[in-house]
């Protein structure tokens, strides 16, 4: 495995996942290639951000609301919103399908 390839999968998955400056890649299929070994690596270091956020925030004495509220906004801007992007898509999916059944079943009972 060459080393260039996996530092250019490195640097295009944090830039596509996350807001953590990295230098520019060009988007192309070798440079994607290793993408996913990084995933967690991500989720590491959100984790770690979020971690010393709670840390810093109970060391200064801060409140539960505080907290709650930094805590969820911390991996929003770590990663740019892109895992929400994705759970918003899924809860939109699931909120059409039980219109889409409840619609169906009204007309069931109604006879339609």
């Not at 495995?1 to 996350?18: G, H, I, N, P, Q």
């Not at 070994?37 to 409140?63: D, E, M, N, S």
């Not at 740019?80 to 169906?104: C, K, Q, Y």
Request: proline share 4%; charged share 20%.
């Amino acid at each position: 495995m060459d080393m260039r390839k996996l530092m250019r999968s490195f640097a295009t998955c944090f830039s596509m996942y996350s807001q953590i400056p990295m230098p520019r890649t060009k988007w192309e299929e070798d440079s994607m290639r290793y993408v996913f070994c990084f995933f967690p690596l991500i989720g590491l270091i959100t984790g770690a951000v979020l971690v010393l956020f709670i840390w810093l925030a109970k060391r200064l004495g801060a409140g539960e609301l505080f907290m709650a509220l930094g805590g969820a906004a911390v991996p929003l801007l770590v990663t740019g919103g892109i895992h929400m992007d994705g759970f918003l898509d899924v809860t939109d999916a699931r909120t059409n399908l039980l219109d889409s059944l409840r619609f169906a079943a009204s007309e069931r009972a109604h006879g339609v």
